[in-house]
């Protein structure tokens, strides 16, 4: 239940009020930033909310019987290295806290409008980021465990992947561009398919700071997944990496099987419904394996 000082309470039944929204941002590194959609910094609770680094919020939708509220919340990016640290994952799963204050009178004190957590991140524009918000109900309506699934749902060069993306991983300069659909370059080695799946992450040029998926890749030639935000550049600079199909043959390819969290072999809807037709699940290249039985059992 949300509770404000008399005082506060008074004032939002004012005809006319100053009200500011202050947001705390607790990253996954632990480090807190603070901002306001206010026209000046606020002092407060001994922080400062900058409105620099300021925010822009979406209506809050709260939900009566324990619901789930959410919001967008735009913020700036001030930086190339800053948008870099959003690539990489800085507000994945950070915690939010947005209260209200009268910025005229902040002894009034605040009233708390919601807290959550940061369920998605966004890049749409170049020096803005778009953090879509969930309340705290979204923690119980996540799965206590993994579902299983034909292809590996370990990240390519995470920690249980165990692979180490440098090993994997080339820098580049362009030597041709087609726009923003891809370019040439005769700084990688690997024949066609090599970096197929891959990341190419651009440290100069026009599109620096971004990460852009690969579609194919032939002899140098890069045809990327989508188009850049902005066009590509002879001499732009980057670093390309390897990507992965997540199947049990890729995984094979990189003599990383042991690290292999898939399970190819589950049997399917069609196989366990069977009345003994059905082939069961096998890895490419094998031979199936003829059901056993006629099916009187299964009905």
């Known amino acids: 239940m949300r509770t404000a000082s008399a005082e506060l309470e008074a004032h939002l039944q004012a005809e006319h009020t100053t009200l500011a929204r202050l947001m705390t941002l607790l990253t996954r590194t632990g480090t807190p930033v603070y901002f306001t959609d206010h026209d000046e910094d606020i002092e407060y609770e001994g922080q400062t909310f900058l409105t620099a680094s300021g925010f822009e919020c979406s209506a809050i939708q709260n939900v009566v019987g324990g619901g789930n509220s959410n919001l967008e919340v735009t913020i700036l990016v001030e930086t190339d290295a800053h948008r870099q640290q959003i690539v990489g994952g800085l507000y994945a799963g950070a915690a939010i806290t947005i209260n209200v204050v009268n910025y005229e009178d902040l002894s009034m004190g605040h009233l708390a409008m919601t807290v959550g957590l940061v369920t998605g991140v966004s890049l749409p524009y170049k020096h803005k980021a778009i953090l879509s918000f969930q309340g705290r109900a979204a923690s119980s309506n996540r799965y206590l465990t993994e579902v299983y699934s034909p292809t590996c749902r370990a990240i390519f060069c995470d920690a249980r992947c165990s ?137």
């Open 163 to 299: 692979l180490n993306v440098n090993d994997y991983r080339e820098s580049f300069t362009v030597d041709t561009a087609d726009a923003t659909k891809g370019f040439t370059t005769g700084d990688i080695t690997g024949t066609a398919g090599y970096w197929d799946l891959g990341v190419v992450r651009w440290l100069t040029g026009n599109n620096a700071g971004q990460a852009t998926e690969i579609r194919s890749s032939s002899a140098g030639a890069i045809a990327l997944m989508i188009r850049t935000k902005l066009p590509i550049q002879v001499g732009d600079t980057g670093l390309i990496e390897r990507g992965c199909a997540k199947t049990l043959a890729a995984c094979r390819a990189y003599s990383n099987i042991l690290n292999f969290r898939g399970e190819p072999f589950m049997p399917g809807q069609d196989y366990t419904q069977s009345k003994g037709t059905a082939t069961p699940p096998v890895e490419a290249g094998e031979a199936p394996t003829a059901p056993s039985g006629d099916g009187a059992n299964y009905g």
